[in-house]
């Protein structure tokens, strides 16, 4: 339903003016949610049965292969939480990278709705290439961020629970 009808040149402009804006929109606006936004298992970063602790996305889509060339969010937008490699493994940092996969995923959520509004100023056939260029560019991301949540989910509870374990015995000694 193109509404708006712009040369072919015009058209790529406002397409990449467009796609740029909504891509910096929405990383600003993830980015300024506070983290206890993300701090709820909510129904969106809920791992589901099927998804066996992130091994489906392994098994099905082979995401180790693909992610190391997926671009760093922080470095491009030279903020926000360095997520290629685990950096540390105290219970701070993994609850901040457990987090910070969930914003990342909302992040590329959000980044899939503007697609359709592309069909406004193109035609049908290149609207349609907008939405595949967003499931192609967000959906990938977001099967990261599905692998990579429950593993660190996993190593979070377990020194968790030895943590509370420690302090349980500490505290029946005295």
């Known amino acids: 339903m193109q509404l ?8 790529i402009v406002v397409d990449s003016v467009a796609w740029l804006f ?7 606006f ?9 701090q709820k298992n909510s129904l969106l970063y809920r791992t589901r049965k099927w998804e066996a ?4 996305w392994q098994n099905h889509f082979n995401v180790k292969k693909y992610a190391k060339y ?7 937008l030279g903020s926000g939480f360095y ?33 359709g509004l592309f069909f406004f100023w193109n035609p049908v056939w290149a609207g349609w290439i907008m939405v595949i260029y967003a499931l192609m560019f967000n959906v990938p991301i977001i099967l ?18 030895k943590y509370e374990q420690k302090k349980a015995h500490s505290s029946s000694i005295e």
């Open 70 to 76: 997926i671009p760093e969010g922080s470095r491009i």
């Open 83 to 115: 997520k290629r490699k685990l950096q540390q493994k105290e219970m701070n940092y993994l609850e901040t990278f457990i987090i910070e996969t969930k914003r990342a995923e909302l992040t590329h959520w959000l980044s899939i709705l503007p697609s």
């Open 22 to 28: 909504f891509h910096l929109a929405i990383s600003m």
């Open 30 to 38: 993830t980015l300024s949610l506070p983290d206890h936004f993300f």
């Open 4 to 11: 708006i009808e712009l040369s072919v040149f015009w058209t």
């Open 53 to 56: 602790e992130g091994q489906f």
């Open 144 to 161: 990261v961020q599905r692998y990579n949540r429950p593993r660190l989910e996993k190593v979070f509870n377990r020194k968790k629970e």
